[in-house]
């Protein structure tokens, strides 16, 4: 995955809560609300099982964007297996610009 890449439109869930036990940050977004990144990826250690954690995808247009897709590919694969074998799309969004695919209306 790139390391910076941009996410379409979206509205940010920003100063979540919990206890933070077992879980690890894979990626962030910035808050000009709370002026700090905030977890917008993550995967949490549940007893025996994996969980798999994205705030993102609240509306249609935020989930055409390639980026929240194949992060949902890749999370619940490895939610379901613990491994990842799915590529990252090789029109996964960029630094400079989020990458869409429209769902068909």
Known sequence: ?????????????????????????LATAFSPKTNRHEPIIMTIDYGKGRVFHTP?????????????INTLQRGAEWAATATVSLPIAADFSKAEAASNRPFAH
């Open 1 to 25: 995955m790139p390391f910076t890449w941009m996410h379409a439109k979206h509205e940010l869930d920003d100063s979540l809560r919990g206890p933070a036990e077992n879980m690890q940050v």
């Open 56 to 68: 993102m995808g609240h509306e249609t247009y935020s989930m055409e964007c390639v980026g929240f």
